[in-house]
């Protein structure tokens, strides 16, 4: 709530809706994104139960979060959707400058610097499985759904949900310059 919250609601292009799912979240972190949403009307927030996930880490790793992801896509209003996860940061303009570059695509992402990893940076062509990071792209809000399914095909949501964008047809574009900063989790 530190890092991705506020980067989110710094961004240049104001006309967004911040949408916080949780997923089991603790008191204390629903109370500070409440205190924040009645501040900033564009915050909505849902606590969802916590979800059941597989044991193995693996499993776990490529379906972790996926009924909040799915959750906040059937509540946005908007035509671009993005999913940031609580360990990520945007550029104060990833917004604007992925949407200035959108018309005739389907989805838009740019570059992502992992902190884990001085100068590791996440965003090449073409799209796909390891190619950019999830909190790098806009997408029109389309049916398109994360999926448990990823499991079976051996892909974590986000690939899985791209790969099968791709393979419909659906159109995408990079912007060479990092707009989303991923903070692996114990990097807080």
């Known amino acids: ?24 979240t603790d008191q204390g972190s629903c109370d500070d994104v409440m205190a924040l949403a009645a ?13 059941q996930y597989p044991a193995d880490p693996q499993q776990r790793w490529q379906v972790l979060g996926i009924d909040a992801l799915n959750f906040g896509l059937e509540q946005a209003r ?6 940031l996860g609580d360990d990520d940061a945007l550029e104060p303009d990833m917004i604007e400058v992925l949407l200035a570059v959108s018309d005739g695509f389907d989805a838009v992402y740019g570059q992502s ?7 590791q940076v996440f ?31 051996g892909l974590p949501e986000d690939a899985d949900l791209w790969i099968r964008m791709l393979a419909d047809g659906r159109k995408f574009r990079l912007v060479e310059r990092i707009v989303h900063h991923y903070y692996p989790r114990g990097m807080r």
């Open 113 to 119: 610097a992992v902190h884990s990893a001085p100068g």
């Open 39 to 51: 501040k900033d009307p564009r915050v909505r927030f849902w606590n969802l139960p916590h979800a």
């Open 1 to 24: 709530m530190t890092r991705c919250l506020p980067s989110l609601l710094r961004q240049t292009y104001v006309d967004i809706e911040a949408l916080v799912v949780g997923d089991g």
């Open 78 to 83: 908007g035509e671009w959707v993005a999913a």
């Open 123 to 153: 965003g090449t062509w073409p799209p796909g499985h390891g190619a950019f990071c999830d909190g790098a792209c806009i997408r029109r809000n389309q049916e398109y759904r994360y999926d448990r399914a990823c499991i079976s095909r």
